[in-house]
């Protein structure tokens, strides 16, 4: 999957948790949607991409200041085991 498709999706899923006034509630929503619902092979290469660009600019696209703050913080978590062992 391109990374302005990721991007893209991420952004919207922090739209909607920037909508709650509990900033942390809020990062923790999008490290747990993230987490349960996006495959490994898009998590692995959203992380590697915050690793070549950690200020999640593509161009084209940005990521969502509260998505780039939430995967920056959690990366552990978001990590496939596969990708740790």
């Known amino acids: 999957m391109e990374i302005v498709n990721l991007i ?3 952004n919207r899923i922090g ?5 709650m ?3 942390p509630e809020a990062l923790e929503g999008v490290a747990n949607h993230i987490h349960k619902f996006w495959e490994p092979r898009m998590r692995i290469e ?3 991409f915050l690793e070549r660009t ?3 600019d593509a161009g084209d696209e940005r990521l ?4 780039l703050q939430a995967v920056t913080q959690q990366r552990k ?3 496939p085991l596969a990708r740790v062992a």
């Not at 969502?64 to 998505?67: G, N, Q, S």
Request: net charge negative; hydrophobic share 40%.
């Open 77 to 79: 978590r978001l990590t």
């Open 8 to 10: 893209r999706m991420a």
């Open 21 to 23: 006034p509990d900033r």
């Open 64 to 67: 969502h200041p509260l998505v």
């Open 46 to 48: 959203l992380l590697d």
């Open 54 to 56: 950690p200020d999640g």
């Open 15 to 19: 739209q909607f948790f920037d909508a």
